[in-house]
């Protein structure tokens, strides 16, 4: 499984060796020019989160930030606190060329596959994480709105077992033409200590901007398997 080649910027990312502290993009709300995950990344200092997987940034990590990439159509939940926990969940497990011509019901293998990887993201933040913890959920909106089924699940899974979240909306788009930093998610503690959050190129937390509006919801097998074919591929 891979991410779709959504990010084909042929600019040359300079490479920082001193501490995160000093990059200058997190100090404003808004970044401009190099992606951030693309310069951490090449820095050496980010811990990436893959399609499907759910990574820990502990304090004594040698790592600077925690970060993903290929928002397409997926689901992110972040959880912040001394450490920082982000899972990247696909709509549906496996490749879009599985799920194409299926009869299965694909409403029901999403909620699945979402719920066990909800499942995996309690599973690490047992001890690491006070219910008083900052709690975000990443979620798609397509040309047929957000999926509100998988919105309701997040927070109600969560809700659970403790956590209020904070729900923060990105744009789908062809992913041929999506350039950095679309679809990338990043987060690191500042030189305060504080946990940031930073979708593409709007920071989340703290002093979050507005999140985008929902309009309309899409419950559809279709919408589903078009949000697994702009996130994944074999």
């Known amino acids: ?45 980010l811990l990436e989160v893959g399609v499907d997987d759910v990574q820990l940034l502990s304090p004594g990590s040698n790592k600077r930030a925690i970060g993903t990439q290929g928002l397409n159509g997926c689901t992110c939940v972040v959880m912040l606190g001394t450490a920082i926990l982000l899972a990247h969940i696909a709509p549906l497990p496996g490749s879009y060329e599985q799920w194409r011509s299926t009869d299965r019901d694909v409403r029901q293998a999403s909620y699945d596959h979402h719920e066990d990887s909800l499942q995996n993201v309690a599973r690490k933040n047992a001890h690491e994480f006070p219910t ?15 999926m509100q089924t998988v919105i309701q699940q997040v927070q109600t899974h969560l809700s659970s077992i403790g956590y209020e979240i904070r729900p923060a909306f990105y744009h789908e788009i062809n992913p041929e033409r999506a350039r950095a930093p679309k679809g990338e998610l990043v987060s690191f503690h500042n030189r305060s200590g ?5 979708l593409e190129s709007r920071k989340l937390w703290p002093k979050a901007e507005p999140p985008s509006s929902l309009t309309s919801s899409a419950t559809g097998n279709a919408y589903i398997k078009l949000s697994l074919y702009h996130c994944i591929a074999n």
Do not use: D
């Open 194 to 198: 504080v946990a940031e959050l930073w």
């Open 132 to 146: 008083s913890s900052t709690a975000w959920g990443i979620f798609s909106q397509g040309p047929q709105g957000s």
């Open 1 to 45: 499984m891979r991410l779709l080649p959504c990010f084909n910027s042929r600019s040359t990312f300079r490479k920082f060796s001193t501490s995160l502290h000093l990059l200058p993009l997190v100090t404003v709300q808004r970044m401009s020019g190099p992606s951030l995950f693309r310069r951490l990344r090449e820095a050496e200092q």
